[in-house]
């Protein structure tokens, strides 16, 4: 792997501005194939209903009585015609609703992930936008000119982050494009796209702040409504010196 990994960096109408700094703890590793297809594998099991389901003989309708006697006939000797062998009897062996889920662990799944992204930016396959928060409402005229502009065609997968949800709204009706934001991030759908457009705010996949914990929802708030924030902390400035 390269030792400085870069993708190019465009606005939300576009344009290229240059080109951005990606971790090489995130996108430089040596994609791990084996943990990648146990990854995989275990996703798409878990995809699965599960919901198939045949009779067994005991469960088939008929056949209490038997066909013919035992001796004297010639014939195979048989004590019911909802047999296995018999034409409409019960499957031998068949498939029972069940559960297919596989307990993947945590550090698995994001090597995994780690792998994929690596090798789509060993590919040039990565972009970076720097914040979609400058669309004000969600619409898909927007997102499909954003990738004419960027000159991306195929299938698409966009990384956003929770507060961009603007951003996710405007993608998810086009065809061949999967939206999500930073939390649904998996290793099957970074590996079935072709080009992988991730928000600035997800390059670090959340590492830098856990998610999950105050520090990050913190932040999140503070990038939803920064003028909120400093308007109170100004009203709190001036009602202390009042009251001093």
Do not use: C
Request: aromatic share 4%.
């Amino acid at each position: 792997m390269a030792d400085r990994l870069t993708a190019e960096l465009f606005t939300a109408d576009g344009k290229q501005t240059g080109e951005v700094d990606l971790n090489p703890d995130i996108f430089g590793i040596e994609p791990n194939a084996a943990v990648m297809h146990q990854v995989v594998t275990a996703q798409l099991a878990a995809a699965r209903a599960g919901t198939h389901s045949t009779k067994t003989r005991a469960e088939v309708r008929g056949g209490g009585r038997k066909p013919w006697r035992q001796k004297g006939l010639g014939r195979a000797r048989h004590g019911s015609i909802r047999s296995p062998q018999w034409a409409g009897g019960g499957v031998a062996h068949g498939p029972k609703p069940r559960d297919y889920s596989q307990r993947t662990p945590k550090k698995m799944k994001r090597l995994a992930l780690r792998s994929a992204l690596s090798a789509r930016a060993a590919d040039a396959r990565i972009k970076v936008v720097e914040d979609f928060d400058v669309w004000a409402e969600p619409k898909t005229k927007n997102a499909t000119a954003l990738l004419e502009a960027m000159g991306i065609t195929g299938k698409v997968l966009l990384l956003a982050e929770d507060h961009e949800r603007t951003a996710i709204k405007s993608f998810r009706n086009i065809e061949g494009v999967i939206a999500s934001n930073l939390g649904q991030a998996n290793t099957y759908d970074v590996l079935w796209a072709e080009t992988i457009i991730m928000s600035k705010g997800t390059l670090d996949l959340g590492q830098s702040v856990p998610r999950g914990t105050e520090e990050h929802a913190e932040s999140v708030a503070g990038r939803q409504s920064p003028a909120v924030g400093g308007e109170a902390a100004v009203e709190r400035d001036e009602i202390e010196e009042v009251g001093s």
